[in-house]
């Protein structure tokens, strides 16, 4: 599976680099894409209510209704027309990139498994909003996803008649075949929202709409693309005449030429066996599960920050169950931890000061715990040498950290940059361990395990408990700017945080024979 | 967040990326032509949906099978349900386009039998002959329908079967 991924996520990785310039992280479209998709979803529903007004259901009034719109209102109804066709257009741009990145970044396996399942219902109601929506135009594009759609489905066993002949000649059509059509085109899309609650229930704080710059440009990108180029129907339907030559709708019609040149049957299992590839993905193969996030109750006193910075809806806060003196206690649930430590990063008790016989966090990951963390920060700098020591933490899914990237600098690698907890940084630097501490998220300033990057700018500035301690040279802390995205970035970085280091004044006793006596 | 353009060059980058995500959009919405069908050509499509007479007749159910049936379910008749398939013969100017004998449908085949097959002709007059035989006999069929019919480019005509209306029918 690698052998595909990694090629994908080559791809993206320069995309987004050629986006990062001019959009920078915030407005990067390919960092938003599930936002974007929610955000056209919500253009297509507004301009959907008001072009609704104007629609007449009806073999000849639906045409009519719909050049009413186009031409003589224009200006509102034909450009919501115009808005409802691209946002929708738009909104399976956004749903495939988004399927392919969050594939190619490997975010569909282990608990994260919930997410992308049922992200496969999605596709198939999406397009379905798009069928039965061309079907209501009710002109010769119209009749031709008529005829072929009932023909397709005519293969399949389900119905007792056969649906296509209701679309053999102008006698056989019936006005009751719009009136389902337009119940569909209504109740399929409150489906597909119910569907992406439900897609969302593993994701906290999910992102469902844009920053307002990356709105904006969406939507004056479709507001201009309606004005210059409207949405147009092609020409009435008239079952007594083949419409020989369609202009596809290619986002939501793509599945036509299919059928047309391999046959019902095959497109059908195309459709199916595709439909039920992409939902087994996560287990092909099944993540390893590393250990999860575990609460050390003599530890915890309920504060709620685990909870609140947790990415994946993995903790709650539950009634206290030990009889100490607090109201709640963390509790994970092991399902829905995706082992990225963020927790242990946010918990107010995870502090490397403490002894270390005592070194048990409120919560924490059994398999890499924060002591070990502290041991090999021990380790690694432990060979360092001179006034330019840097300590450089990075994230497992980062750039990498394996090789050192310049000469005294000693890298020790995190599952997420926000497993850190901020006192960490305090202890390198008060302890002398280091003269600089350098973190490395994930490249471009996307995070993998999703508000680790976030989380950690909030601590190191304050906004966000835990905090780093004031008394922190902040001249001795770097950081990987958003937009790196190589090996080679990060070199670059940590050298010139290294050569920038501030000299150390000459200090009257070697402080490192304090720092044995402590650990 | 550091980025490493000034602001007008950055909103101007925005704005190519916008345009080429726009014209994408407005390309593929509508672009390039799809030709499903020969535009040179007339269709006529063959759609019927018809029950052919059952299998067998009905025959009286013995003393014993009576008995053996639980006393709510008995019957005098014991009847078939499965009915005979459909034989068809679609002649296009005298060339056999479609003929085939097409089985009922339903799980205990008791459905009619189900035929939707299309016909691509070129543009002009032709001639048309459809049979079909709904009986268990051996040759021959219990209707016929000759026809002459013409059609444009891009006509469509579509021919259908009732029974209780004598038989084939054109629905233009
Ligand atoms: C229009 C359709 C869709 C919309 C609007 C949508 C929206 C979203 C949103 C808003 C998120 C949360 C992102 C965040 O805040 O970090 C998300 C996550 C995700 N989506 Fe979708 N989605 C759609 C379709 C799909 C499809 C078709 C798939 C794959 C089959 C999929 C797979 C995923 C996965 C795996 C995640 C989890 C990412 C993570 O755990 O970090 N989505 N989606
Ligand atoms: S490691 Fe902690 S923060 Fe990460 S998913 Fe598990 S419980 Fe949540
Ligand atoms: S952050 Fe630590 S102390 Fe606070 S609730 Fe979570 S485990 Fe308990």
Redesign the interface.
């Known amino acids: 599976m690698q052998a595909l991924q990694r090629p994908l996520q080559a791809v993206f990785n320069v995309l987004e680099g050629w986006l990062d310039r001019p959009f920078g992280p915030d407005w990067n479209p390919l960092y938003h894409l599930g936002a974007l998709g929610f955000f056209y979803f919500w253009v297509v529903a507004v301009s959907g209510i008001y072009i609704y007004i104007f629609f007449d259901t009806g073999i000849s009034e639906a045409y009519d209704s719909v050049e009413y719109m186009t031409h003589e209102q224009w200006y509102l109804a034909g450009v919501m027309r115009s808005l409802h066709r691209y946002a929708s257009d738009g909104m399976v741009a956004m749903m495939m990139l988004h399927l392919v990145r969050e594939f190619s970044l490997d975010r569909h396996r282990g608990s994260r498994w919930f997410t992308w399942f049922t992200g496969v219902p999605i596709l198939w109601l999406v397009v379905i909003c798009g069928i039965t929506g061309y079907w209501l135009v009710w002109d010769t594009l119209a009749q031709y996803v008529a005829t072929a759609t009932t023909e397709w489905l005519d293969w399949l066993p389900i119905f007792g008649e056969s649906v296509a002949r209701n679309f053999l000649a102008p006698y056989f059509l019936d006005d009751r075949f719009f009136t389902l059509m337009v119940f569909l085109h209504i109740a399929v899309p409150l489906i597909l929202l119910l569907v992406l609650w439900i897609h969302l229930q593993r994701v906290t704080k999910p992102e469902i709409f844009p920053a307002r710059g990356l709105a904006i440009g969406s939507f004056a990108m479709l507001l201009g693309l309606s004005l210059f180029w409207p949405a147009l129907s092609q020409g009435p339907a008239d079952l007594s005449r083949v419409p020989a030559v369609v202009g596809l709708d290619w986002f939501y019609l793509i599945a036509y030429p299919v059928v047309e040149i391999w046959g019902a049957g095959p497109a059908w299992a195309l459709a199916f066996g595709g439909s039920m590839l992409i939902a087994v993905l996560p287990w092909l193969p099944p993540l390893r599960k590393r250990s999860v996030a575990q609460v050390d109750l003599a530890n915890c006193n309920g504060c709620t920050r685990c909870q609140e910075d947790c990415p994946f809806a993995a903790i709650t806060m539950i009634p206290r169950s030990d009889g100490r003196p607090f109201e709640r206690e963390a509790m994970v649930d092991p399902e829905l931890c995706t082992s990225c430590g963020i927790c242990a990063g946010a918990c107010p008790t995870s502090t490397p000061f403490r002894r270390a016989s005592a070194f048990v966090p409120g919560i924490d990951l059994t398999d890499q715990p924060l002591s070990d963390l502290r041991q090999r920060i021990h380790d690694g700098t432990a060979n360092l040498t001179g006034d330019r020591r840097v300590l450089l933490l990075g994230c497992a899914h980062g750039i990498g950290t394996g090789k050192a990237v310049a000469d005294n600098v000693a890298a020790v690698q995190l599952p997420c940059i926000g497993a850190l907890p901020p006192a960490f940084i305090d202890y390198v630097l008060s302890r002398d361990l280091a003269d600089g501490v350098f973190l490395a998220g994930c490249k471009g300033g996307e995070c993998y395990s999703r508000f680790g990057l976030r989380w950690t700018a909030q601590r190191l500035t304050g906004q966000r408990d835990p905090h780093l301690r004031a008394r922190v040279p902040r001249e001795r802390l770097g950081q990987l700017q958003a937009g790196a995205r190589s090996g080679k970035h990060l070199a670059t970085a940590v050298r010139a945080f290294q050569a920038g280091l501030p000299q150390r004044p000459p200090e009257p006793e070697s402080p490192r024979t304090r720092e044995a006596e402590t650990v | ?5 000034r602001p007008a ?6 704005a ?4 080429l ?2 014209a ?3 390309y ?4 390039p ?7 040179d ?3 006529i ?1 063959l ?1 019927l ?1 018809h029950g052919a007479k059952r299998v067998g007749g009905c025959r009286r159910f013995t003393r014993a099978e009576l008995q053996e049936m639980a006393p709510n379910m008995r019957r005098p008749l014991d009847c078939p349900r499965q009915r005979l398939p459909v034989v068809v013969e679609f002649v296009i100017d005298g060339k056999t386009r479609y003929s085939a004998a097409v089985p009922p449908t339903g799980l205990s085949g008791d ?1 009619p039998s ?1 035929i ?1 097959q299309r016909f691509a002709v070129s543009p002009g007059k032709h001639a048309i002959v459809a049979r079909l035989r709904d009986s268990d006999r051996s040759e021959g069929f219990d209707y016929e329908t000759t026809a002459e019919i013409e059609l444009a480019a ?5 021919i ?1 079967f009732r029974q209780e209306m004598g038989g084939f029918l054109f ?2």
């Not at chain 2, 967040?1 to 353009?5: L, S």
């Not at chain 2, 032509?33 to 535009?39: D, G, Q």
């Open positions: 967040m550091k980025t490493f353009f060059g950055r909103y101007a980058g925005q190519l990326v916008y345009l995500f726009a994408f959009l407005g593929f919405a509508s672009a032509k799809y030709t499903h069908f020969p535009p050509q007339a269709l499509k759609s949906a459905g189900r939707y891009q006509q469509s005509v579509a259908d629905r233009w």
